[in-house]
């Protein structure tokens, strides 16, 4: 079945910089479009960034310039590379795919963003 395991959060200062890990398995990884989402304390969850099939990558306006997803199809692994960070990105960071049937989540790494 679909599994996918984030890693890498942490507590990081202002400024600082983490790079997330996705592990995904149980489907092929090389024919889907991954994506990164959080969900900061008392907000609904937020498309972070995305990256398709062929490599093309959107971001969320707050994030542009910073973060940026990247995958290794040779790995089964989506990363997030995520630089300057800011206490608003203080949340949990969650890896998703999906297909026509469902979407698929990890369990979540958080990212605490804090002086």
């Known amino acids: 079945q679909v599994q996918l395991a984030e890693s890498g959060g942490g507590l990081v200062q202002p400024g600082g910089s983490l790079r997330l890990s996705c592990a995904a398995s149980g489907f092929t990884f090389s024919g889907y479009r991954m994506s990164w989402y959080r969900q900061g304390p008392g907000k609904e969850r937020e498309l972070v960034a995305g990256i398709s099939i062929s490599g093309r990558t959107n971001y969320v306006d707050s994030v542009k310039g910073r973060f940026t997803i990247s995958r290794d199809n040779a790995k089964n692994t989506v990363y997030l590379e995520m630089n300057s960070l800011k206490p608003e990105d203080t949340a949990m960071y969650y890896c998703?795919?999906?297909?026509?049937?469902?979407?698929?989540w990890g369990q979540g790494t958080q990212v605490t963003v804090s002086s």
């Open positions: 998703k795919t999906q297909d026509m049937w469902a979407s698929y």
